[in-house]
């Protein structure tokens, strides 16, 4: 029997050595045990408050195109899915939401999409350098999957200053069973360290209960962030997609996503970590619950009305409400109630390279 003086001593041992063994990482993530999981959340939300004071960063999500050159097994956007009504956003529909998230007061644009070769290099960077030209002050995030590292050097040059590209699994077995076998778990991981040496801030990530996800791939991720250290981390749990070949498997749970995130926190203090949409999906409160365990990104959504329903990487997603950027005055509101401020800042890393 472990008490909850146990799950206190192995929660203050994993903020103070900034690492956290196999066994450590089993029990938190399987203790009924609800006031150590209230200990942990209100550690890990305390470091947040520590290295970024109570400030939420909020980040305006741009869906540019919902075409994918990928297969990944477990998105509803992949290539295979029939039945998606495919959009890729004009240029000028792109600036047109930047316009708008501007004047709702967001300072950093993602421009996110699927592997969409209409999308190449010149387009890109025509695109990313009248956005930095537009907003001089902003901070401009890319997460458009795997390119060549030419490719990340040009649109880095043309002026994006980060990237996201989740690692989806530190293991590669699993990543294996997550991806077509065209899929290389490490030209991911190279992707990864081009964006880094070009000088992006970055973000990795992975989904809380993939299938065949275990305590052991979870724990190798854990390492992988401690490792790269990245800017970034991006998780949400798994939300089956329906017509994909994990249409039937569950979905991960609110409770282990909110525990990994709080690991996280407790694990790398000045990460930039957001409550995601996919936790929203699950749980009507999911984002509110991630900030009290350590979050402190956001990112409505500052798409098209028209494509947001389409951007279906999994089913029932978020995309009206309080999700949605126009709601922006609402999400400061929930944010205050929480004692969180939301910030009219880039919402820069607390510490460079
Ligand atoms: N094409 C880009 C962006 C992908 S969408 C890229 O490859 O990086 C962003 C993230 O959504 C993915 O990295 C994946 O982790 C997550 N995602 C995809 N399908 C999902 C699902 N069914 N449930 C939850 N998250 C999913």
């Known amino acids: 029997m472990t008490s909850t003086l146990d799950y206190r001593t192995i929660i203050d041992a994993v903020a103070q050595r900034r690492n956290i063994s196999p066994n450590q990482l089993a029990a938190l993530l399987s203790t009924n045990d609800t006031e150590a999981v209230k200990i942990l959340f209100e550690a890990a939300h305390a470091e947040a408050n520590r290295v970024y004071g109570n400030k939420v960063f909020m980040r305006g999500l741009i869906e540019i195109s919902n075409h994918c050159k990928k297969d990944c097994l477990y998105c509803g956007i992949r290539r295979s899915q029939v039945g998606v009504r495919r959009y890729r956003l004009t240029s000028e529909e792109i600036l047109d939401c930047c316009e708008q998230g501007y004047a709702l007061g967001f300072r950093t644009f993602v421009l996110q999409g699927g592997e969409d070769g209409w999308f190449d290099d010149d387009r890109m960077c025509d695109i990313v350098s009248e ?50 076998a065209e899929m290389s778990f490490d030209h991911r991981q190279q992707c990864l360290r081009d964006l880094w040496e070009i000088g992006f801030q970055v973000g990795c990530g992975f989904m809380v209960g993939s299938p065949f996800q275990t305590v052991q791939t979870l724990y190798e991720d854990l390492q992988l962030i401690r490792r790269l250290r990245p800017e970034m981390v991006g998780i949400g749990p798994f939300i089956p997609a329906s017509g994909t070949p994990f249409a039937e498997c569950p979905a991960g749970s609110v409770d282990t996503t909110l525990r990994l995130l709080a690991i996280i926190r407790l694990l790398h203090p000045v990460v930039l970590l957001p409550a995601t949409t996919a936790l929203g999906t699950l749980h009507p409160e999911g984002r509110e619950l991630g900030i009290l365990a350590g979050a402190n990104v956001v990112m409505p959504n500052l798409s098209p009305r028209s494509c947001r329903s389409l951007y279906s990487i999994y089913d029932n997603k978020l995309s009206s409400g309080s999700e949605a950027a126009e709601t922006a005055s609402d999400i400061r509101c929930r944010l205050s109630e929480l004692g969180a401020d939301a910030a009219p800042d880039r919402g820069d890393p607390a510490l460079a390279r």
């Open 131 to 180: 956005i930095r030209r537009a907003y001089p002050s902003c901070a401009i995030t890319l997460s458009l999957g795997e390119r060549p590292r030419e490719s990340y050097q040009r649109l880095f040059d043309a002026g994006a200053n980060r990237y996201l590209l989740r690692h989806e699994t530190a293991d590669p077995q699993h990543y294996a069973l997550l991806h077509p």
